[in-house]
């Protein structure tokens, strides 16, 4: 690779120390929660095209950017996707899952019913690139996609908890019909829906407890 190639990194640099930049944003995100009920009040496009624009500043194998975030609004097409993933859900919950997997999730107060899908202002349906489609691209090989997808929707879902947003990871399964609902191509894969939007007045969420540092952190060995 040429030395034209590169150029001056620019860091970020806090206003404050690493140590309390680092702190305060553990205390923002140690807010975030799954929400299932959402409000109706609207959210913009622009706020839906910079939280995308940022999980889309994540890195990725050999900068591929394998991802696709397509956001819906459309009310018809939310429709048309809740009765196909509530399709896919019944079929989950009374005959693809075993009696563990649905004891863990009545504990979450989880079931085949999604009215979140039509309530929820944007419905954001990210996709996984299976070849890169970039005209520009040395190659159409892809490399680390599902990491590379993986750390894109954990910046996505900090941004739109720092605009003030909710979200949930909605992971219907099997997905296949959001490709063919939202006709993309082939080389698309549906990896994650993610509804955005304010949470509803008297929104609640489960008592749920995060592991403590010391449960999730090592140093050295």
Same mark, same amino acid.
């Given at each position: 690779?040429?030395?034209?190639?590169?150029?001056?990194?620019?860091?970020?640099?806090?206003?404050?120390?690493?140590?309390?930049?680092?702190?305060?944003?553990?205390?923002?995100?140690?807010?975030?929660?799954?929400?299932?009920?959402?409000?109706?009040?609207?959210?913009?496009?622009?706020?839906?095209?910079?939280?995308?624009?940022? #999980? +889309?500043? !994540?890195?990725?194998?050999?900068?591929?950017? /394998?991802?696709? @975030?397509? $956001?819906?609004?459309?009310?018809?097409?939310?429709?048309?996707?809740?009765?196909?993933?509530?399709?896919?859900?019944?079929?989950?919950?009374?005959?693809?899952?075993?009696?563990?997997?649905?004891?863990?999730?009545?504990?979450?107060?989880?079931?085949?019913?999604?009215?979140?899908?039509?309530?929820?202002?944007?419905?954001?349906?990210?996709?996984?690139?299976?070849?890169?489609?970039?005209?520009?691209?040395?190659?159409?090989?892809?490399?680390?996609?599902?990491?590379?997808?993986?750390?894109?929707?954990?910046?996505?879902?900090?941004?739109?908890?720092? #605009? +003030?947003? !909710?979200?949930?990871?909605?992971?219907?399964? /099997?997905?296949? @019909?959001? $490709?063919?609902?939202?006709?993309?191509?082939?080389?698309?894969?549906?990896?994650?829906?993610?509804?955005?939007?304010?949470?509803?007045?008297?929104?609640?969420?489960?008592?749920?407890?995060?592991?403590?540092?010391?449960?999730?952190?090592?140093?050295?060995?």
């Amino acid at each position: 690779m040429s030395r034209s190639r590169f150029i001056a990194y620019k860091p970020y640099e806090p206003d404050t120390s690493s140590e309390e930049a680092a702190r305060r944003f553990y205390e923002i995100l140690s807010l975030r929660r799954s929400v299932r009920t959402f409000s109706d009040r609207p959210v913009s496009r622009e706020t839906i095209e910079n939280i995308i624009a940022a #999980a +889309g500043t !994540a890195p990725s194998g050999a900068n591929k950017q /394998p991802w696709r @975030f397509v $956001a819906v609004q459309d009310p018809a097409l939310k429709r048309e996707i809740r009765v196909a993933a509530e399709a896919e859900e019944r079929e989950f919950y009374y005959r693809r899952a075993n009696e563990a997997w649905l004891r863990d999730l009545r504990a979450i107060g989880t079931d085949e019913d999604k009215p979140f899908l039509e309530a929820a202002p944007w419905l954001i349906v990210v996709f996984k690139l299976m070849r890169d489609d970039s005209p520009d691209s040395g190659s159409d090989q892809v490399y680390y996609v599902n990491e590379s997808v993986g750390i894109a929707v954990g910046m996505l879902l900090a941004a739109a908890h720092l #605009a +003030g947003l !909710a979200t949930l990871t909605h992971t219907p399964s /099997p997905m296949k @019909f959001l $490709a063919r609902t939202l006709k993309r191509p082939a080389y698309e894969r549906p990896y994650l829906l993610i509804p955005v939007g304010y949470p509803a007045a008297g929104c609640v969420v489960p008592d749920l407890q995060r592991k403590p540092l010391e449960e999730i952190m090592v140093v050295d060995r």
